[in-house]
C-alpha cells in the first residue's frame, strides 16, 4: 500500500541551526501538507502546497520556514534559523485533490533543537 | 481558524464495554476526519464523513456527522484492548477545499483486558 515516507526519523540541532525535514509524498497525490505537534500537544497545520506553490499557510508559518518540491517526488520544510520552541514532531501529509481532505500522513520527523 | 472540541480528553474502560467520544465545533464544517494516532507516530485516517447526518461503520466503530455538520460522535461497540489510542477528529482549517486540517486534541482511549 502506498505511504508517505518522512526522513531523517529524528534530527537534532543546534539553536540557530538551518535544517531541512524531507517528505516522499504518496505518488498520484497533488496536494502536499505540513503540521507540527509539540509534545502533548494538538497537531498544527503550518502549510499546504500545491502546482508549486504555497496554497494555504497558517500564522506559524512565518519567515523562517519555506517549503519546496525539488523534484518529482520529494516535498522538504526548511526552518532557516532553529529555536528551542521549535521542537517538535514534524509531520508531512498529502492528499489526491481538495474537497474531502483525506489526508495521509508519514510517520514524522521528531526535531530536537538544543 | 475553526476549532474542535473533544471529549472526554480521557476514557478508560474494561474490555467489552461500549463507548462513545465527541468531537464538537460552533463552527459549520463541510467535512470532518476521524484518525488515530498512536505515540511517536503520525496520524492514520479512519473515516471521512461529509453529509449531515451521516452514519459511517467501520467493525465495531461507529461514526457519525451531525445533522447541522457542527460535531460528531465515534461510538465503539464491545471495545478491545486494540482500541486503545489516541482518536481525533478533524476538519478543513477554514472550512472547505483543500485546505490544511484543524485538530481537536483527542481523546486517549484506554481499554483495559
Known amino acids: 500500500e502506498p505511504e508517505v515516507t518522512q526522513t531523517p526519523s529524528h534530527q537534532v540541532t543546534q539553536m540557530g541551526q538551518e535544517v531541512i525535514l524531507r517528505c516522499v509524498p504518496i505518488?498520484?497525490?497533488?496536494?502536499f501538507y505540513w503540521y507540527r505537534q509539540i509534545l502533548g500537544q494538538k497537531v498544527e497545520f503550518l502549510v499546504s502546497?500545491?502546482?508549486?506553490?504555497?496554497?494555504?499557510k497558517s500564522e506559524i508559518f512565518d519567515d523562517q520556514f519555506s517549503v519546496e518540491r525539488p523534484d518529482g517526488s520529494n516535498f522538504t520544510l526548511k526552518i532557516r534559523s532553529t529555536k528551542l520552541e521549535d521542537s517538535a514532531m514534524y509531520f508531512c501529509?498529502?492528499?489526491?485533490?481538495?474537497?474531502?481532505?483525506?489526508?495521509?500522513f508519514g510517520p514524522g520527523t521528531r526535531l530536537t533543537v538544543l | 481558524t475553526q476549532l474542535l472540541e473533544q471529549s472526554p480528553q480521557f476514557l478508560s474502560i474494561q474490555e467489552g464495554e461500549n463507548l462513545t467520544v465527541y468531537c464538537n465545533s460552533s463552527?459549520?464544517?463541510?467535512?470532518l476526519q476521524w484518525y488515530r494516532q498512536e505515540p511517536g507516530e503520525g496520524p492514520v485516517l479512519l473515516v471521512t464523513?461529509?453529509?449531515?447526518?451521516e452514519v459511517k461503520k467501520l467493525k465495531r466503530l461507529t461514526f457519525q456527522f451531525g445533522d447541522a455538520r457542527k460535531d460528531s460522535s465515534l461510538h465503539i461497540t464491545a471495545a478491545q484492548p486494540g482500541d486503545t489510542g489516541l482518536y481525533l477528529c478533524?476538519?478543513?482549517?477554514?472550512?472547505?477545499?483543500?485546505?490544511?486540517?484543524?485538530f481537536g486534541k483527542g481523546t486517549h482511549l484506554i481499554i483495559q483486558p
Open positions: 502546497f500545491y502546482n508549486n506553490e504555497i496554497s494555504e
Open positions: 464523513v461529509v453529509t449531515g447526518g
Open positions: 505518488s498520484n497525490h497533488l496536494y
Open positions: 463552527s459549520v464544517f463541510s467535512s
Open positions: 501529509a498529502s492528499s489526491v485533490a481538495g474537497d474531502l481532505n483525506e489526508q495521509f
Open positions: 478533524a476538519g478543513p482549517w477554514r472550512g472547505g477545499g483543500a485546505d490544511g486540517l484543524t
